[in-house]
């Protein structure tokens, strides 16, 4: 239920939570959706990514002989990740009535390159592992942030994604020149 002695942010988020599963149970809200994002290369390893409204960048470091015009893809799977934990502790929390005055993520992926090389079958070519440090400044008691986690874990869509198999299927599409 939504406290009126909470900042107007906080209730408004709560409301979207609210809202937004009224309106799936009702059959109103568009469901599924489609995400659509295009890559173009623009030469070497640098690519423009576009979604949306948005453009970015993506490009191997000069170590890697990129011209380091932006994160390298494997950095970008990261930012998704980080921030979509970010957005769904921010929404799980203000739909609990749990203040966030404050949240970062930190991760970190290994990778062994000797599977995107092709040095050994065995390894594989992304990262082996993830793991990060979600910081809250709240005042909310360390059993309500972990019951939070909890939650925020089970519903987050980039670490569900990651922790699952997702079926990917990537059609060639080749014209000659």
């Known amino acids: 239920m939504l406290d009126p002695d909470k900042p107007a942010e906080t209730r408004a988020h709560a409301h ?11 059959g109103s809200a568009a469901n599924p ?4 994002v295009t890559s173009e ?6 690519s423009k990514i576009s979604m949306r409204n948005h453009e970015l960048d993506s490009d191997q470091p000069y170590g890697f002989e990129g ?12 930012a998704a ?13 203000e739909a609990a009535g749990i203040t966030i005055e404050k949240i970062s993520i930190e991760l ?38 972990a019951k939070l986690q909890k939650t ?9 994604d ?5 079926p990917v299927t990537m059609n060639l599409k080749a014209h000659g020149t």
């Open 33 to 36: 959706l489609t995400v659509t």
């Open 41 to 46: 290369n623009q030469g070497g390893f640098h």
């Open 67 to 78: 011209t380091d015009k932006g994160p390298k893809p494997s950095e970008l799977l990261l």
């Open 81 to 93: 990740l980080a921030s979509c934990q970010e957005v769904t502790w921010r929404l799980y929390a």
């Open 152 to 160: 925020v874990d089970a519903h987050c869509p980039v670490l569900d």
């Open 16 to 26: 979207l939570l609210e809202q937004t599963r009224a309106r799936l149970t009702d």
């Open 108 to 145: 970190r992926g290994t990778q062994d390159l000797r599977g995107f090389m092709g040095l050994d079958e065995a390894v594989p070519a992304g990262f082996l592992h993830v793991e990060g440090d979600v910081t809250i400044e709240s005042p909310a008691s360390d059993e309500e942030l």
């Open 162 to 166: 990651l922790m699952r198999s997702v």
